[in-house]
């Protein structure tokens, strides 16, 4: 019998479930853990907002002196790369501030935009209606038309 060169050929299971182990522990112990106020500090919109708007623009030297001259001559190279991400970081910004006054409705054209969504809204939920009554009556009428098959249908007596 050659049960022994069967057993060299078998992977390790125990060993295969112990690494699995191992990697779980590790992986949950890397997750860091939410507190309230780094909650507090995502759920803040205004707080974000401004803050996005203030560093929305890349490679602008804010200090002075030598380190702002430095600075200066070390981001001159890439101005034209900078100006192109200050281009769209200017334009993501002036979007996401029309979205945030479309929200709080003071936006002129938000009332427009939420009137029109509201209809939109009711005359879905008007067509849905319409569609389950059209079905409502569709089964009843397929119910009577079985029923008038059925009272026409004679019975067969049983003996």
């Given at each position: 019998?050659?049960?022994?060169?069967?057993?060299?050929?078998?992977?390790?299971?125990?060993?295969?479930?112990?690494?699995?182990?191992?990697?779980?522990?590790?992986?949950?112990?890397?997750?860091?853990?939410?507190?309230?106020?780094?909650?507090?500090?995502?759920?803040?919109?205004?707080?974000?907002?401004?803050?996005?708007?203030?560093?929305?623009?890349?490679?602008?030297?804010?200090?002075?002196?030598?380190?702002?001259?430095?600075?200066?001559?070390?981001y001159k190279p890439f101005g034209a790369l900078f100006a192109e991400i200050n281009?769209?970081?200017?334009?993501?910004?002036?979007?996401?501030?029309?979205?945030?006054?479309?929200?709080?409705?003071?936006?002129?054209?938000?009332?427009?935009?939420?009137?029109?969504?509201?209809?939109?809204?009711?005359?879905?939920?008007?067509?849905?209606?319409?569609?389950?009554?059209?079905?409502?009556?569709?089964?009843?009428?397929?119910?009577?038309?079985?029923?008038?098959?059925?009272?026409?249908?004679?019975?067969?007596?049983?003996?």
């Amino acid at each position: 019998m050659t049960q022994p060169e069967e057993n060299v050929n078998r992977p390790d299971v125990e060993a295969i479930v112990g690494k699995i182990r191992q990697d779980l522990q590790r992986s949950t112990s890397s997750v860091p853990s939410i507190d309230d106020v780094s909650l507090r500090v995502e759920n803040d919109l205004h707080g974000n907002l401004d803050a996005a708007n203030r560093d929305c623009a890349v490679g602008q030297v804010k200090a002075g002196g030598l380190k702002g001259f430095l600075l200066r001559c070390l981001y001159k190279p890439f101005g034209a790369l900078f100006a192109e991400i200050n281009q769209f970081h200017s334009a993501v910004i002036r979007v996401l501030n029309r979205l945030v006054k479309i929200l709080e409705c003071k936006d002129p054209a938000s009332s427009e935009l939420i009137d029109k969504t509201q209809r939109r809204i009711d005359l879905l939920e008007k067509l849905g209606r319409r569609l389950d009554a059209v079905d409502d009556l569709r089964i009843e009428e397929r119910l009577s038309r079985i029923e008038r098959q059925l009272s026409k249908t004679p019975e067969k007596d049983e003996p």
